[in-house]
């Protein structure tokens, strides 16, 4: 079955960055994108960005496009989310999730990964 | 940027009730129109994805409808499991924007 499996909760300081880690198994990596989604405590859901495997290509969100980079490592199946210049706005639950190549839905999702700014 | 605006933001209703939640994009998307169900705590789940094309294990109960501008989420008999925030999403350009969340409670 498709699972997602992402890595642990995070506390970084203002300015500093985090890589989050979102392995992928149960289906052909490269034939679907990954989105990153976050959720800031108790808000609705922010789109990220997209990054397909195949070939590496990126779509950000214009609003995070200097602090964020997505990658990805095909040998072992898991996407990378970075972001840097940490901010406590940016304290939110992060998810990745395997998009539709054709529409860029969201089908199977990670369970997400908490990331908290705080000094 | 294209706005998603669901309605209403919040609603009550008791199981067996049908259930209409609404999404207006600010320009038209054809149908690149998804849903999300979320509970507490957890991760989305796809329900609808373009517009009206029920996801795979999803209920029969969960229908939708619409294109252009304005879609509709239809519970038919509400159950139990069913009390969450529901989010509609274009995926018709980027940036991939969400609405604003419906959440569902119990009467």
């Known amino acids: 079955q498709v699972q997602l499996v992402q890595s642990g909760a995070e506390v970084k300081k203002p300015g500093a960055s985090v890589k989050v880690s979102c392995k992928a198994s149960?289906?052909?990596?490269?034939?679907?994108?990954i989105n990153w989604v976050r959720q800031a405590p108790g808000q609705g859901l922010q789109w990220m960005g997209w990054?397909?495997?195949?070939?590496?290509?990126?779509n950000y969100a214009q609003k995070l496009q200097d602090r964020v980079s997505m990658t990805t490592d095909t040998s072992t199946n898991t996407a990378y989310m970075d972001l840097s210049s940490l901010r406590s706005d940016d304290t939110a639950v992060y998810y990745c999730a395997r998009g539709d190549p054709q529409s860029y839905y969201s089908d199977h999702w990670g369970q997400g990964t908490l990331v908290t700014v705080s000094s | 940027d294209i706005q998603m605006t669901q309605s209403p933001s919040s609603l009550s209703a008791s199981v067996g009730d049908r259930v209409t939640i609404t999404c207006r994009a600010s320009q038209s998307i054809s149908t690149y129109l998804n849903w999300y169900q979320q509970k507490p705590g957890k991760a989305p789940k796809l329900l609808i994805y373009?517009?009206?094309s029920l996801q795979s294990g999803v209920p029969s109960r969960f229908s939708g409808s619409g294109s252009g501008t304005d879609f509709t989420l239809t519970i038919s008999s509400l159950q139990p499991e069913d009390f969450a925030t529901y989010y509609c999403q274009q995926s018709y350009i980027n940036p991939l924007t969400f609405g604003g969340g419906t959440k569902v409670e119990i009467k």
């Open positions: 990054i397909s495997p195949s070939n590496g290509n990126t």
């Open positions: 149960g289906y052909t990596f490269t034939t679907y994108g």
């Open positions: 373009a517009a009206s």
